[in-house]
T-cell receptor, first 109, second 118 residues
Framework: GQNIDQPTEMTATEGAIVQINCTYQ??????LFWYQQHAGEAPTFLSY??LDGLEEKGRFSSFLSRSKGYSYLLLKELQMKDSASYLC??????????WGAGTKLIIKP | GAVVSQHPSWVICKSGTSVKIECRSL??????MFWYRQFPKQSLMLMAT?????????EQGVEKDKFLINHASLTLSTLTVTSAHPEDSSFYIC??????????????FGPGTRLTVL
């Protein structure tokens, strides 16, 4: 079956750096997405990786290793507003998104 | 750009009644829209894929007669929960893929509708 794994919850300190990991096993691969979702709100797009390597976008970076079925989202200079759930989603061979359960990130002052 | 709205944002209804949720792409056309539901602390679950002018494609286990989807225009899709029951209480989220976007481009999500069935 298809499976996306990410930690349920992480805690980090304001101003610090945090890495949220995602491993996947899917039927085919057409890219991996990261979304941010604040409580009670819809997800917002953060990044898309389809080739191996690191994509940097401001304070957020996303890494992909297709051979390892692994990705991470790196958040730098953490701010209180970064407290949210971070969803990893993989697009399979049918171009359907397979979603992880999300990682709840708690930022402490 | 790429704004998707949903209406209503929250609704409370009695068991047995029907509820319609609208999803609109405000500044782009969307041939394809998606309907998800999300239970607390759980992942998004795709319910159905809606294509303008044709019947929706439902995921396994989703009752098409209970969750009626209509995608009558390139900017509007509706989800009607018929004969709602308390177990249908959930957060319903729609997303839209711009018509000119590639299939691997991101979907744009609406703000969600919180449905509570008493």
């Amino acid at each position: 079956g298809q499976n996306i794994d990410q930690p349920t919850e992480m805690t980090a300190t304001e101003g610090a750096i945090v890495q949220i990991n995602c491993t996947y096993q899917t039927s085919g691969f057409n890219g991996l997405f990261w979304y941010q979702q604040h409580a009670g709100e819809a997800p917002t797009f953060l990044s898309y990786n389809v080739l191996d390597g690191l994509e940097e976008k401001g304070r957020f970076s996303s890494f992909l290793s297709r051979s390892k079925g692994y990705s991470y989202l790196l958040l730098k200079e953490l701010q209180m507003k970064d407290s949210a759930s971070y969803l990893c989603a993989v697009m399979d061979s049918n171009y359907q998104l397979i979603w992880g359960a999300g990682t709840k990130l708690i930022i402490k002052p | 750009g790429a704004v998707v709205s949903q209406h209503p944002s929250w609704v409370i209804c009695k068991s047995g009644t029907s509820v319609k949720i609208e999803c609109r792409s405000l500044d782009f056309q969307a041939t394809t829209m998606f309907w998800y539901r999300q239970f607390p602390k759980q992942s998004l679950m795709l319910m159905a894929t809606s294509n303008e002018g044709s019947k929706a494609t439902y995921e396994q286990g989703v009752e098409k007669d209970k969750f009626l989807i209509n995608h009558a225009s390139l900017t509007l899709s509706t989800l009607t929960v018929t004969s709602a029951h308390p177990e249908d209480s959930s957060f319903y989220i729609c997303s839209a893929r711009p018509t000119l976007a590639g299939v691997t481009d991101t979907q744009y999500f609406g703000p969600g509708t919180r449905l509570t069935v008493l």
